[in-house]
């Protein structure tokens, strides 16, 4: 059974650009979230996504979004990029039942210059 | 507010010496835990999870954990620590799905010959 899958693993863009990441959850997951790993805050929740709807919400500003497909497939968007957004954005998927577990992706790196 | 903290930033270990991470908790609903383990560049990999019923639990690669609701602890142990065991460690709390997890900073283990 293939992983969670990110993409791309890394990224460099410049201030005030918009960045889109993909994550492609382990197959029957219906559950993606996303979450931000950076040094000095460590990692935290950004959303859930379950069946296309945005279901939790970490704090974070409006800059950061996401949206879910049909398929399960999550993408993530930061507009705006500001030199505080590099991070290791890591994705995790799950079936959603009772009693389950998250599954990382190796993450995308993204370096905002 | 809902927390976790892992008071240890740093340990280090000599090979072959038991281990423990210390992990406490602030949770408003049933907490559900779960350690996780990261290598450099790497995703998360879950080690062992809480979510009821017997209060010690073994996970992979000989680690176990006990839950204490009276001390709002989730501390991870393992007997005898080995060179590969060296990474960084992350105590969560999430819901029952695994999903919306709250992380606590981490504790690096170091393991020494």
């Known amino acids: 059974k293939a992983g969670v899958t990110q993409t791309p693993r890394y990224l460099i863009k410049t201030r005030g650009q918009q960045v889109t990441l993909s994550c492609s959850p382990i197959?029957?997951?219906?559950?993606v979230s996303w979450y931000q790993q950076t040094p000095g805050q460590g990692l935290q929740f950004l959303f859930e996504y379950f069946s296309e709807t945005q279901r939790n919400k970490g704090n974070f500003p409006g800059r950061f979004s996401g949206r879910q497909f049909s398929n399960s497939r999550s993408e993530m968007n930061v507009s705006t990029l500001e030199l505080g957004d590099s991070a290791l954005y890591l994705c995790?998927?799950?079936?959603?039942?009772?009693?389950?577990?998250?599954?990382f992706g190796q993450g995308t790196r993204l370096t905002v210059v | 507010a809902q927390s976790v903290t892992q008071p240890d930033i740093h340990i280090t270990v000599s090979e072959g010496a038991s281990l423990e991470l210390r992990c406490n908790y602030s949770y408003g609903a049933t907490p559900y835990l779960f350690w996780y383990v990261q290598s450099p560049g790497q995703g998360l990999q879950l080690l062992l999870k809480y979510f009821s019923g017997d209060t010690l639990v073994q996970g992979i690669k000989g680690f176990e954990a006990e839950f204490k609701r009276s001390q709002s602890s989730f501390n991870l142990r393992k007997p005898s620590v080995h060179w590969s065991d060296a990474a960084e460690y992350f105590c969560a709390v999430g819901n029952q799905a695994g999903t919306a997890l709250i992380f606590g900073k981490g504790t690096t283990l170091s393991v020494s010959s």
């Open positions: 995790a998927s799950s079936p959603s039942n009772a009693d389950t577990e998250a599954f």
């Open positions: 197959s029957g997951h219906r559950s």
